[in-house]
């Protein structure tokens, strides 16, 4: 005979769900406590209440969990890439709006929080830091890197290093902003800021291709 369910046990979620409670309570906690964020495996648990030993059926470790919010929190931007581009206009475009994206996650509370913590633990679990470098070069400058070889290819951007021009954009974005989040130096940067410094990439970026 099968065995029945005792009455009020939680419903089992798959392991998709339970990775998205995961990741929406890292990204509460660091919503709340931004560059101070310092979660620790069992407030995950609580957050997304479910168990300890749960946590870990989803994700290895912490430095897992952080790949997957930094991945969660590109993907906006990186999505941008992908729409169609038939001329040097488009492609502007679209790496404009990429670039908005990027600045309004590498400025925001997730990855600044990531940030500080990948430093600040850098002697006791330094995984953390490699984590947030690779899910960076991965998610961000490699998918930006791989649209400007295409755009060079169709003539629309200037001739170079794909790689070096995609992580000089993404330095040129946010790095500033991010670094005196992290120091605490919360600064405001006004739309309009943000506006010239994404011209002044645009420019740096289609220096050289035709009209």
Not at 21 to 49: C, G, K, M, T, Y
Not at 67 to 92: K, S, W
Request: proline share 4%.
């Amino acid at each position: 005979m099968t065995e029945q369910p005792k009455a009020g046990r939680p419903v089992t979620n798959c392991p998709k769900e339970l990775l998205d409670r995961l990741i929406q309570a890292a990204n509460d906690i660091l919503q709340e406590q931004a560059a101070d964020a310092d979660f620790s495996v069992s407030e995950l648990a609580q957050r997304a209440r479910i168990s300890k030993r749960t946590v870990y059926t989803v994700v290895a470790s912490k430095e897992e969990l952080i790949t997957h919010l930094i991945r969660r929190g590109i993907q906006v931007a990186t999505t941008r890439l992908e729409t169609p581009v038939a001329n040097v206009a488009d492609a502007r475009d679209v790496l404009a709006c990429f670039l908005r994206e990027w600045v309004a996650f590498a400025s925001g509370p997730q990855a600044v929080g990531i940030y500080v913590m990948a430093i600040r633990e850098r002697s006791r679990y330094p995984a953390i830091g490699a984590a947030y470098y690779r899910a960076r070069e991965e998610q961000g400058k490699q998918h930006l890197a791989a649209w400007i070889g295409r755009m060079q290819d169709k003539r629309y951007v200037a001739a170079g290093d794909p790689a070096l021009l995609a992580d000089l954009a993404l330095i040129m974005a946010a790095a500033e902003r991010q670094r005196n989040l992290a120091l605490g130096l919360d600064a405001q940067i006004t739309p309009e800021q943000t506006e010239r410094r994404i011209d002044a990439i645009l420019q740096f970026v289609f220096r050289q291709a035709p009209a």
